[in-house]
C-alpha cells in the first residue's frame, strides 16, 4: 500500500521544547483531509468509549487501507527523526475527546505516557492529526515531572488505584483537564491545533491534549475534537 493518502512532499518542521527534546510538525498532512472528516461523520453511530486507555472520549478504527498508509508514510517521511532500526506493531484510530471535567478519573487529570512499563530495547512514537476546524479545541502540550522519580511514581500509582475522593484528599490537582504546568509537571511545549495539522513525537515525553474549553466538546464529528491518532511500537539501533 503507497501512502497517496497524504501529501507525498510534506514540510517538516522540528518544533523544539525548553528541555532539547522535540517533535515533528507537517501542515497540510492529508491530500483530501475533508474526506475523512466526512466519513467519520457518516460513520458516528459506529465511535465507541475508549475505555482501554486513559484516552477521555471514544474511538473508530479508520479504514486499513488509511491505517497502512500512515505506516508507510511513517516509514518514509519521519522515522529516521527517531531511534528506530525497524517498526514492529503499528496501531491507528479516530479519536474524539468528549468527557466533561466531572466524569475525569484522576489519572485522567494528568499528563502520560503510552505503553508505560516498554522495555528499553522499544521506542515509541506517537502522531496526532486535527480534523477540526476551530483551533480552541485545542492542541498538545508535552511535559517533564517537577517533583523526585518517586514522587511521581506514587503519584501515578495513586491516580490508577485511589478511589477520586481519597485522591483529591492527598494531592492538590483540581478536578478537570489539566491545562498548564502545576505542583508536579512543568510544561516544555505546545503544539497549537490547526486543520490538517500532523504531529509525531516520542511518546515517552509527558504529554496531554490542551483542553482549556471542555464546553465546546461534542460527540459530533462534525463539531468535536475529531483527531487520527498512530502508534508506532519500534526496535531500537543496537548501540
Not at 500512515?70 to 528506530?84: A, E, K
Not at 490538517?196 to 496531554?208: K, P, S
Not at 466538546?217 to 502508534?231: E, H, N, V
Amino acid at each position: 500500500m503507497d501512502d497517496s493518502f497524504f501529501n507525498p512532499n510534506p514540510q517538516i518542521e522540528s518544533f523544539s521544547f525548553d528541555n532539547g527534546e522535540a517533535c515533528y510538525v507537517i501542515d497540510d498532512a492529508l491530500r483530501e483531509p475533508e474526506r475523512l472528516r466526512q466519513w467519520a461523520i457518516e460513520q458516528r453511530d459506529d465511535f465507541k468509549d475508549l475505555d482501554f486507555t486513559a484516552y477521555p472520549g471514544t474511538y473508530l478504527l479508520p479504514p486499513q487501507a488509511l491505517g497502512e498508509a500512515l505506516h508507510t508514510y511513517f516509514q518514509s517521511h519521519i522515522r529516521q527523526r527517531f531511534d528506530v532500526q525497524r517498526v514492529l506493531q503499528m496501531q491507528s484510530r479516530l479519536a474524539m475527546v468528549t468527557c466533561q471535567p466531572a466524569e475525569l478519573k484522576p489519572f485522567q487529570r494528568l499528563c502520560h505516557i503510552d505503553q508505560m512499563g516498554l522495555p528499553s530495547i522499544y521506542s515509541i512514537q506517537a502522531s496526532v492529526l486535527y480534523l477540526f476546524d476551530d483551533p480552541a479545541l485545542g492542541g498538545t502540550s508535552f511535559y517533564v515531572p517537577t517533583r523526585s522519580d518517586v514522587e511521581t511514581i506514587e503519584l501515578f500509582r495513586d491516580a490508577t488505584s485511589l478511589p477520586t475522593e481519597q485522591f483529591n484528599r492527598r494531592y492538590d490537582i483540581a478536578p478537570g483537564y489539566m491545562n498548564g504546568s502545576n505542583r508536579y509537571f512543568r510544561r516544555i511545549g505546545q503544539v497549537p491545533a490547526r486543520w490538517n495539522r500532523m504531529i509525531f513525537y516520542d511518546a515517552n515525553i509527558l504529554h496531554t491534549g490542551d483542553i482549556t474549553d471542555p464546553s465546546r466538546l461534542s460527540k459530533d464529528p462534525s463539531q468535536g475534537r475529531l483527531t487520527f491518532i498512530g502508534f508506532f511500537t519500534s526496535q531500537r539501533h543496537t548501540v
